[in-house]
Structures are given as C-alpha cells and as structure tokens.
C-alpha cells in the first residue's frame, strides 16, 4: 500500500493513495466497537440533517437518504450506496444563513478499478469518479436560498476532493479580502478546495495534492497550486515531497514552487511558471514533465 500526504490550510497530514477517494460522511459517529441504537440521522444536530437532506434533494431529486444503510433510496425502490466525501458548513451572520460545501460520488467499485489499473500501470481507465462539488446556502430548516454544483477544472483524471477551507482563500490567492469582517462577507465567497489528481503516465504512476481558489460567486477557479507530490516508476523507484511556493516573492512575473522534504536547506526540486496575484493555475502536465526529468526517483 502507497502512501501519500495532504495538505489542508498550511498543515500536511498522511492519507494513503489506495484510499485517494474514499468516501466518508462528516458526521461525529459513535465508536466502531459501540452498539448504536438511535439512528445515525439523530447523531447530528437536527438543523444539520435538514441541510444535509435539502442538498441532496438538490443534487438527486426525488431521492431519500437511509441514513442508517447510507443508502440513496430511488422512487422506484432502487438503492445505491452513498456518503458525503466532504461536507463543511460556514455560518454566514449578515443573513443567518449557512453557507454548505460537499462533494460525494456513488460509485465504490469504479473508484477502486481506477486506482488498481493505474497503480498496475495498465494506462488510463476509460471510466473513472471525478471530484464533484455542491454548494448551497440555507436558511433555518433547511429552506435553500441557492445551489450550484461544479466539478474541478482537471476533468480528465480521477480526483478526489477532501477539504474546504472558508479562512484564508484570498490570502492562497495572493489578495486582500474584499471585506473587513464575517459579517460583510459576500455570501458566496472565495474558498480553498483540497483535490487530489491521480495521473496515468507511460511508466510512472503520480499524485498530485491541490490548493486550489474556487470563486464560488462566479465559479471561477482562481488558482490551483501543487502542494504535494507522490509517484512510483514502473522499475520501482519513487518519489514523494511537499511543495511550497513563494507567491512571486522572487520578483517578475514568475512563481517559484520548491519541493521540501523537511530540511529547509534541502531543495531537490524546483519548478518556476508565469503566475499574478489572484490568477494562478498550474498546469498539471507541466509538474508531471518536471518532476520525471528531475532526479527525485530513487
């Protein structure tokens, strides 16, 4: 089993890249080992089901949630596994809304052909799950005020989405907020989503982490930067490493993205593209091409 890390609002924490889309619901279960008799529905706050239930109502409409199977249950009977990947909630004071953001897929066995052909270096799966996200704005009771949905802007990869951050997009994007408190806040803000691109190549397999800026006004994808690398070759050699960047410190019109493997005077790679404040997107095949020319593997 291969293991890699992800990076969520500054810290890096080790996931393991079998499990690079695992679904799970965010919710504070009851231990493994402890006998549940109330409903996983009554384990959240009521407020917090409502919400969960009206954006899946949104996403798939006519279907219910069984909470307790975590099953989608269809008008005509049909039941398909299904949990929250992701689910974050920002309260939003100016309108007492709460500002939701999810992601979640249905399709377990899909996910685990993907990642097993990939890591046998068996090329590209034709079919593969892409990070799909949902947002929406509710008021009490779960009344939506707005919903939009969106998929990352690396379509043609498996990806996995595993974090949002609502504090420090605009600092990511290299800008200032556009606001002095949570209470003038926009309602649909700026907001950090953590992917994780799993990448096909000739003898290699890789990931790549991301922070990436999502403006979910517009959405637009402001930025998305590399913040974590992990590959093995098919001869068996491999490379992992964090990655900063400089937000253009090093002057022009050019970030400097430097990997780090925790001795700051140690910088086994380094890779320089055309970047501005509030409008950087790396591309994904350039990181690729640099990281297999560079002398990380061993």
Not at 30 to 37: F, G, K, S
Not at 97 to 113: G, R, W
Request: one cysteine or more; glycine letters at 6%.
């Amino acid at each position: 089993m291969k293991s890699g890390r992800l990076a969520c609002s500054g810290r890096i924490r080790t996931i393991t890249v079998t499990m690079l889309i695992t679904l799970f619901l965010m919710v504070d279960l009851a231990p493994a080992q402890m006998q549940m008799t109330a409903s996983r529905r009554d384990m959240v706050s009521k407020e917090r089901a409502q919400r969960m239930e009206a954006m899946i109502d949104k996403a798939y409409p006519g279907v219910s949630l069984d909470w307790d199977r975590e099953q989608l249950v269809y008008p005509n009977g049909n039941r398909v596994s299904f949990t929250f990947q992701l689910y974050k909630e920002l309260p939003q004071p100016n309108d007492n809304a709460v500002l939701v953001i999810a992601s979640h897929t249905m399709n377990e066995k899909m996910k685990n052909d993907a990642v097993q052909q990939i890591q046998n270096f068996r090329g590209q799966p034709t079919e593969f799950p892409v990070c799909r996200l949902s947002l929406m704005r509710s008021a009490p009771y779960g009344r939506v005020l707005g919903y939009k949905e969106i998929t990352i802007d690396v379509p043609d990869v498996p990806s996995s989405c595993s974090n949002v951050n609502f504090d420090y997009a605009y600092g990511s994007a290299g800008v200032l907020p556009p606001f002095s408190s949570a209470a003038s806040a926009p309602n649909w803000p700026w907001v950090i989503i953590n992917y994780t691109t799993l990448h096909a190549l000739p003898d290699a397999w890789a990931t790549i982490t991301w922070a990436a800026v999502l403006d979910t006004d517009t959405l637009r994808w402001v930025t998305r930067l590399p913040v974590w690398f992990e590959g093995r070759r098919r001869d068996g050699k491999a490379t992992v490493f964090a990655i900063h960047n400089d937000h253009g410190k090093s002057g022009g019109n050019e970030w400097v993205f430097s990997g780090y493997d925790g001795r700051e005077e140690n910088v086994p790679w380094q890779y320089r593209t055309a970047c501005s404040a509030g409008d950087c997107r790396v591309d994904p095949r350039l990181v690729l091409d640099s990281v297999l020319s560079s002398g990380r593997w061993k």
